[in-house]
T-cell receptor, first 111, second 113 residues
């Protein structure tokens, strides 16, 4: 099992550009989540999904879109990147009754 | 408003001694608490958890203590080993299985050989 994979590892964007952060898991987990981690702050929940076709907002959803068309994939879209979205992004997945497995993260720099 | 606080950004402990990491929370609805460990360039990994119906949970060298009246929990690592050097995050949710985890800011633990 590869576990939770995230691509790219690192990305530089210009303000206003769009991009999609990819997240995939091969553990058949129902639940998937996106977090961001900023210096001096804990991880903050952006969006989450409790199954294919079902998504909901977390603590800091503004500026981000998600969709869950398959169990395996949970992409995070930035429609118009802003410098405030410079952060490290973590994807996580879990099965019911279990704790979360996190991916290695994507480091995003918005200039 | 930081609902989960880890007031010590860093901690250094001699190898073999006890490491104690602290965490305070303000939201009385939190009912389930977790500790995660994070190495550089990796995602957090789950370490240990505790439900509010218990005041202690032990797993090998790791023990978590919960004081609900003080809204305080702590992670004890004994004996500390060099591989324990990492950033430790405390997290809380309103119940087990709730996707909405609230994380603390982390404590960087350095074990001195």
């Amino acid at each position: 099992n590869a576990g939770v994979t995230q691509t790219p590892k690192f990305q530089v964007l210009k303000t206003g550009q769009s991009m999609t952060l990819q997240c995939a898991q091969d553990m058949n987990h129902e639940y998937m989540s996106w977090y961001r981690q900023d210096p001096g702050m804990g991880l903050r929940l952006i969006h989450y999904s409790v199954g294919a076709g079902i998504t909901d907002q977390g603590e800091v959803p503004n500026g981000y879109n998600v969709s869950r068309s398959t169990t395996e994939d949970f992409p995070l879209r930035l429609l118009s990147a802003a410098p405030s979205q410079t952060s490290v992004y973590f994807c996580a997945s879990r099965a019911p009754g279990e704790t979360q497995y996190f991916g290695p993260g994507t480091r995003l720099l918005v200039l | 408003d930081q609902q989960v606080k880890q007031n010590s950004p860093s901690l250094s402990v001699q190898e073999g001694r006890i490491s104690i990491l602290n965490c305070d929370y303000t939201n009385s609805m939190f009912d389930y608490f977790l500790w995660y460990k994070k190495y550089p360039a990796e995602g957090p990994t789950f370490l240990i958890s505790i439900s509010s119906i218990k005041d202690k949970n032990e797993d090998g060298r790791f023990t978590v203590f919960l004081n609900k009246s003080a809204k305080h929990l702590s992670l004890h690592i004994v004996p500390s080993q060099p591989g324990d050097s990492a950033v430790y995050f405390c997290a809380a949710s309103e119940d087990f299985g709730n996707e909405k985890l609230t994380f603390g800011t982390g404590t960087r633990l350095t074990i001195i050989p």
